[in-house]
């Protein structure tokens, strides 16, 4: 069974950074895509970035420019670098993994966690 850690939240001033992390373990699994959600308070889940394996990296409009994608495929991580921030991207954030495990499909969610921004 593919798991997720999630770290790296907290509060930070307008126009600061943070960078959260997220590390895949389990066995004989490999991953097809790698996702950053977040949902914020009365407001649906919405991606906010990804990182696909066979079709490259995506941003939402509202983060482009200002947050990062990236993996580390030896660490099977992700991470989301997010810089400028603004209070509106306060949000609890989720690393979501898909793929395949033991030659079938998987798609798993982490905790969550918490990114403050205030203003």
């Known amino acids: 069974q593919v798991q997720l850690v999630e770290s790296g939240g907290g509060l930070v001033q307008a126009g600061g950074s943070l960078r959260l992390s997220c590390t895949a373990s389990?066995?004989?699994?490999?991953?097809?895509?790698m996702k950053w959600y977040r949902q914020g308070p009365g407001k649906q889940r919405e991606l906010v970035a990804a990182i696909h394996s066979s079709a490259g990296i995506e941003y939402a409009d509202s983060v482009h420019g200002r947050f990062t994608i990236y993996r580390d495929n030896a660490e099977r991580a992700v991470y989301l670098q997010m810089s400028s921030l603004k209070p509106e991207d306060t949000s609890i954030y989720y690393c979501n993994v898909v793929g395949y495990s033991h030659g079938m499909p998987y798609d798993v969610w982490g905790q969550g966690t918490q990114v403050t921004v205030s203003s």
């Open positions: 389990g066995s004989a699994f490999s991953i097809t895509a």
